[in-house]
């Protein structure tokens, strides 16, 4: 039908090829000078940035190191490094990457949802979504306790099944998720609004399925934001306390989270160890938190 | 391949985009759909893409029933407005997709997307994102893609709409002759009447979802079957005459009418083209029984034509005449001098029905 395979239809006169792309074109201009600003300018913004950051948060990081290192490095070891400690360490984080992942898979789905069907009672979901926000979360922690205990309404069907929800891992992962889907879903939300949906539909009527469509074309451009989806839940699950107190039981060695550590120290008036724990579970937070980021990055540039 | 389209009707809620459009496209056509935004003419061209679905009618592709098929198994090619690329790709990943789709193999798929890198004079650019292409090679990366599957129709969606004026002309020059090579049975969707005439074998002017008229560039520019056409193909001088006897009356200028041969006197539309009204000095004799007299309000020079504004001495309306520059030069005219008019065609239109009470 297409007979082309080997055409080269002559351009006399045309340039189509010496059109400049946008950053060609832009190479070759002198350096860049300031832009005046429309808003009021950097020193004034700056300023009050400065202020705020280091009132809240470089000033109590600095006395939480500076307390912590009041220990001396084989103090702190000592304090911080115990197998308790460790245990906590890997619980808090293993369920927290848990929790980040699920709510950004279900944060991708609930905000598909949200941004591309119109169903009534739309807007009520969509509000509903950020409860968990303004809700105390040792709220959360007790209903969640409740329901999932071997008498609760759910926890009757579902510990017969094998799933303890209540006083266990599965419980403190259950119980992050809730608090953290309306970031994931809140940061993916806007991108699948703006997405060109001609594209999907280019990718249809080239013989694309749904879900080649989908894992090809979609996904690619709204993965930068599933990933800062996945490191904002992760931040707010590493520092979740109110909530996994009541539903994890806080077994040491076993159900026990390194913020919950911290506050039985400080029950113990044992300040510098308590310090000691919160610099590790700050730096290992940070580690992940970085790790996340750069990945984003990498994706994002690949995306644009 | 041949289309065709039977009694197509869309509506979108209360607005019916589409009234029972009937169209056949041979073989081999460029054809283009031209009218204002809102006229239908995108919503048809989706409903022949199979993007979108027709409330009533049927379509054919070589007498074969595709109404109901999905636009993934139509095998059409479809160029969008925006180009519509995949922005997370490289040029050639996105000639590439649809090759890819369909589990083509490797080596099948790489020398194909370099044919058509070469065809669309984009050879070495395969690496690139399309943020770093410029607009006029976004288009042409869309128009590689659409190419790429093979497609027995070619559909494009105002294709040169979001581009520069220069690289318009340009691309369509261009996409004229890659036409006439290919052969593949084309559609566009424009509101550039220039653009339709320039490009197309045959036009398609719409109006509030119905088809105005149908015909070769030239039939539908010399014969414009409707008042809408006429004016939507141009500026165009719009007067209230009479007709009787086979004859329109401008002012008093008689001009030929066979299509009312009737005694009885009615109301007409004259529609005068600025390029089909004589302009002179007056005191020519015989002048007074064909010319109206008018005096010159403003000269507009433009290259080939001069544009001459002018006020009728009767009624005092406003038109415009186009003059030929060299005679332009040679009258020398000033606002304010007296003039008269000739038209030399014009075309009537009887008030339709619902101007009848």
């Known amino acids: 039908m297409t007979p082309e395979s080997a055409i080269s239809i002559p351009l006399d006169g045309i340039r189509l090829d010496n059109e400049l792309s946008l950053d060609e074109s832009l190479s070759g201009l002198p350096a860049r000078r300031r832009r005046a600003e429309v808003l009021p300018g950097f020193g004034v913004s700056g300023a009050i940035t400065g202020l705020v950051v280091t009132a809240l948060v470089i000033l109590p990081l600095a006395v939480l190191v500076l307390r912590a290192a009041s220990l001396g490095p084989a103090g702190f070891v000592a304090a911080a490094w115990t197998p308790r400690a460790r245990a906590a360490y890997a619980v808090s984080l293993g369920a927290s990457v848990a929790a980040a992942a699920i709510s950004s898979t279900l944060g991708l789905v609930v905000a598909w949802v949200l941004a591309r069907i119109n169903f009534p009672g739309r807007r009520l979901l969509d509000s509903l979504v950020d409860v968990p926000l303004a809700l105390p979360t040792a709220v959360a922690g007790l209903v969640y306790s409740t329901l999932y205990v071997e008498k609760g309404w759910l926890g009757r069907y579902l510990v017969p099944l094998g799933f303890q929800g209540a006083y266990s891992r599965a419980g403190i992962v259950l119980v992050l998720v809730f608090v953290s889907l309306p970031f994931a879903v809140r940061v993916v939300q806007p991108v699948i609004e703006s997405l060109d949906r001609d594209t999907e539909e280019a990718a249809r009527i080239l013989g694309a399925s749904r879900l080649q469509t989908f894992f090809k074309v979609v996904l690619p451009a709204i993965l930068p934001a599933v990933l800062t989806g996945f490191a904002l839940a992760l931040a707010r699950s590493l520092g979740e306390y109110g909530s996994v107190v009541f539903i994890s039981g806080n077994m040491p060695f076993k159900t026990e989270i390194a913020p919950v550590l911290i506050v039985s120290r400080l029950e113990e008036f044992a300040y510098a160890e308590a310090t000691a724990i919160a610099v590790v579970l700050l730096l290992l937070s940070i580690g992940l938190l970085v790790v996340v980021n750069v990945l984003q990055q990498r994706v994002a540039r690949a995306a644009q | 391949m041949s289309l065709s389209v039977r009694g197509i009707t869309k509506s979108f809620g209360s607005f019916k985009a589409l009234d029972r459009v009937s169209l056949d496209v041979p073989e081999g056509t460029l054809l283009a ?325």
């Open chain 2, 33 to 357: 759909l031209l009218g204002p935004s809102g006229s239908g003419k995108t919503t048809l061209l989706r409903i022949i893409a199979g993007l979108e679905s027709a409330d009533a009618g049927m379509i054919t592709e070589n007498g074969e029933d595709v109404t109901d098929l999905h636009a993934r198994r139509r095998g059409v090619g479809f160029v969008f407005q925006h180009y519509a690329l995949f922005r997370h790709m490289s040029v050639f990943e996105n000639i590439a997709f649809g090759l890819r789709v369909r589990k083509e193999p490797e080596a099948a798929i790489r020398e194909r997307v370099n044919e058509l890198l070469h065809l669309v004079r984009l050879d070495g650019l395969g690496g690139r994102k399309p943020s770093q292409l410029s607009g006029g090679q976004r288009q042409r990366v869309a128009l590689a893609r659409a190419l790429a599957i093979r497609p027995k129709m070619l559909l494009l969606d105002e294709p040169f709409g979001a581009l520069d004026a220069k690289v318009r002309v340009e691309l369509r020059q261009w996409l004229r002759r890659l036409h006439d090579e290919i052969g593949m049975t084309s559609i566009f969707v424009t509101h550039d009447q220039e653009e339709a005439f320039e490009l197309a074998d045959r036009v398609v002017v719409m109006n509030h979802g119905k088809i105005e008229q149908h015909g070769s560039p030239e039939e539908v520019f010399d014969r414009p079957a409707t008042p809408f056409v006429i004016d939507f193909l141009g500026q165009v001088n719009v007067f209230h005459g009479r007709v009787e006897g086979g004859r329109a009356f401008w002012h008093g200028i008689p001009i030929d009418f066979p299509e009312y041969p009737h005694a009885q006197s009615r109301e007409a539309k004259v529609y005068l083209r600025p390029h089909e009204l004589d302009i002179d000095r007056p005191g020519i004799p015989g002048q007074e029984t064909r010319s109206l007299p008018a005096s010159v309000l403003r000269v507009t020079p433009g290259g080939a034509v001069t544009r001459v504004a002018c006020r009728t001495a009767a009624g005092g309306e406003e038109l415009y005449v186009d003059v030929p520059t060299d005679k332009a030069r040679g009258l020398a005219l000033l606002p304010g001098e007296r003039v008269a008019i000739t038209p030399r065609k014009a075309r009537v239109f009887l008030p339709g029905p619902e101007y009848v009470i």
